[in-house]
């Protein structure tokens, strides 16, 4: 079946850092997506991305489909506090719209 | 725009009883709604989905005698756990998607279910 390879982790960096993650696909996908989620919380749709190629941006987020549609990754620019928390990505090329998972990325700012 | 609720947001139950779970899209219609789980410090795992007037999709491994799926209108699905037992204990989270949108899904904030 499909799988998500979603890396770094953990990441702990200091504030003001830009932050770099990806998630690889094991098969081409329609869609690509990234949410963060808070403890305790269910998990926030921070960008959508539907074409290959595609750059988008959400304030200081910025997200990109990758050319050969099995990758995607997010960077956040000058990280805040407010930043920590767990980002998913997920895929989905599926007609039943069901959306694969990555294990997650961990964000931590270093006091 | 696209919030979803969810309600109860903790419930504690004693081994044996059922608890239902409502998931309302507030401020869309939501042809699709799908019903996660999550355990500590884990991705969410997707139990089923749930089209507006139809029998419920489960996956793979997710009894659906035992996790009961409504969804009788385009705002609102239900999640049943009957004869809830400690292992049932989770975080349970709701999603919709938006009839007019493509694949994005909007998430509740999750209930806690803990089994006694």
């Known amino acids: 079946g499909q799988q998500l390879n979603q890396s770094p982790q953990s990441m702990f960096i200091q504030e003001g850092e830009d932050v770099s993650m990806n998630c690889t696909s094991s098969?081409?996908?329609?869609?690509w997506l990234w949410y963060k989620q808070d403890p305790g919380e269910g998990p926030v749709l921070l960008i959508a991305?539907?074409?290959a190629g595609e750059l988008t941006s959400n304030g200081r987020l910025t997200a990109q489909f990758g050319i050969t549609r099995k990758d995607s990754f997010l960077n956040i620019s000058a990280s805040i506090p407010s930043d920590v928390g767990i980002y998913f990505c997920a895929g989905s090329s599926d007609s039943n719209y069901q959306l694969i998972w990555g294990a997650g990325t961990k964000l931590i700012i270093k006091p | 725009g696209a919030v979803v609720s969810q309600h109860p947001s903790r419930v504690i139950c004693k081994s044996g009883t059922s608890v239902k779970i409502e998931c309302r899209s507030l401020d869309f219609q939501a042809t699709t709604m799908f019903w996660y789980r999550q355990f500590p410090k884990q991705s969410l795992m997707l139990m089923a989905t749930s089209n507006e007037g139809s029998k419920a999709t489960y996956e793979q491994g997710v009894e659906k005698d035992k996790f009961l799926i409504n969804h009788a209108s385009l705002t609102l699905s239900t999640l049943t756990v009957t004869s809830a037992h400690p292992e049932d204990s989770s975080f349970y989270i709701c999603?919709?998607?938006?009839?007019?949108?493509?694949?994005?899904?909007?998430f509740g904030p999750g209930t806690r279910l803990t089994v006694t």
């Open positions: 999603s919709a998607r938006d009839t007019d949108s493509y694949y994005e899904q909007y």
């Open positions: 098969s081409i996908f329609n869609t």
């Open positions: 991305l539907y074409k």
